[in-house]
């Protein structure tokens, strides 16, 4: 089988693999304390042009969502979300386990959610009929970039929460669990300096963009970074051999690698979505990323499943499905070429 299904599927780039390797007998302080954490927090900074931000190596998303999260608010407070954001949907509770409501927001296909939305709840909680203590007070936006149906916000969005952000007092947090991919899009006009600057804290995905497990977490606000290596520990997200995260995002970090290799997989998916196109299949919801989603008729996928894995996304009608094509940053180029091809015959396009 051809898995198009998610974009960790397989191990780590090779130039991880060999810094491990290289260093594997090196003796070093623990719990991301050492050299090479500091090498990479420093590279880290030098792309986001916040030489004092905070930079932490945590074990994976969902402990580096909740520990930010839980980080953030107070007992009272909660975190507005897209209805479809990973932390309300994809993370088993883990922000309600710590005692902080998610507070959903409608966000349509897309899975973007608005300055107006954000300031309309803001609204109705600070001077709505009811005194507001008698509800949870929102304290924390939640965003992913990309979202989880792969759309990226603009700038002028970003711009616009983060001006709402400052009005009502709430911090901005994004996902980055997919970011690179974000960040080498063809139709984005958000760079890592600009997040970096809008946003008080993100993460920029290791998992998913090319390391064996890892996120990095970025606090440019000081507020969230003070006494945040305590937070780590006490919710499991920290590594007593923290170098291996240091580590990759170090060869990450170096020359480009990490937007280099995703935007790889960008353009990968971008001639698969083409194909699904050209055979006539409609989009699900339009995507700029490594993530694709068309809407399949159900003995067409079938034939297709045959070889190759997708994601099931929607059940659309009694036959037809929604799926997610996926690349990665190690799709193969002869698989891609085998999946257009085989889509094109089954259709009948020469």
């Given amino acids: ?31 991301g304390e050492d050299e090479f954490c500091g090498k990479a927090r420093e590279l880290i900074r030098e792309a986001c042009r916040t030489p004092e931000a905070g930079v932490h190596f945590l074990v994976g998303g969902t402990q580096a969502n909740f520990t930010v999260i839980r980080t953030a608010l107070r007992p009272h407070q909660g975190v507005i ?43 109705e909680h600070f001077r709505g009929g009811m005194p507001p203590e008698h509800t949870v007070q929102p304290k924390l936006v939640y965003i992913s970039h990309p979202t989880e149906n792969g759309a990226l916000y603009t700038l002028a ?23 690179a991919y974000g960040l080498s899009s063809r139709d984005t006009d958000v760079s890592l300096p600009d997040l970096a600057h809008l946003c008080d804290a993100f993460t920029i995905g290791g998992t998913k963009c090319g390391a064996l497990f890892g996120e990095a977490v970025v606090l440019p606000n000081p507020e969230l970074n003070a006494d945040f ?13 923290g170098r ?11 020359g480009g690698l990490y937007t280099e290799i995703c ?14 196109r050209e055979a006539g299949l409609p989009e699900y919801v339009p ?3 490594n993530q694709q989603f068309f809407v ?10 045959e070889t190759y894995v997708f994601s099931f996304w929607e059940k659309v009608d009694e036959t037809h499905t929604a799926v997610r094509i996926c690349t990665s940053w190690a799709t193969k180029e002869e698989n891609v070429d085998a999946l257009i091809a085989d889509l094109r015959k089954l259709v009948g396009k020469p």
């Avoid at 616009?160 to 997919?178: Q, S, T």
């Avoid at 291996?244 to 170096?254: E, H, N, P, R």
């Avoid at 935007?263 to 699904?276: N, S």
């Avoid at 399949?296 to 499943?305: A, C, K, M, S, T």
């Fill in 229 to 241: 290596r305590y937070a780590i520990k006490q919710n499991g997200g920290m590594l007593a051999k």
């Fill in 263 to 276: 935007g790889k997989a960008d353009e990968q998916a971008y001639r698969i979505a083409d194909a699904c």
């Fill in 244 to 254: 291996l995260l240091g580590l990759q995002f170090l060869a990450l970090f170096t």
């Fill in 296 to 305: 399949f008729p159900d003995e067409l996928l079938r034939q297709l499943e």
């Fill in 157 to 179: 969005e970003l711009e616009a929460l983060y001006r709402v952000c400052r009005e009502y007092g709430l911090y901005l947090f994004a996902d980055g669990a997919r970011m």
């Fill in 287 to 289: 995507s700029p990323t």
């Fill in 1 to 31: 089988m051809i898995y198009f299904n998610c974009d960790y599927t397989e191990g780590a780039h090779p130039r991880i693999l060999e810094q491990l390797c290289a260093t594997n007998l090196t003796q070093s302080v623990g719990y």
């Fill in 81 to 123: 979300s897209p209805e479809t954001g990973h932390i309300n949907v994809h993370e088993t509770g883990a922000v309600e386990a710590t005692g902080h409501k998610v507070l959903a927001l409608p966000c349509g296909r897309t899975g973007k959610i608005s300055a107006s939305q954000v300031e309309s709840l803001c609204q």
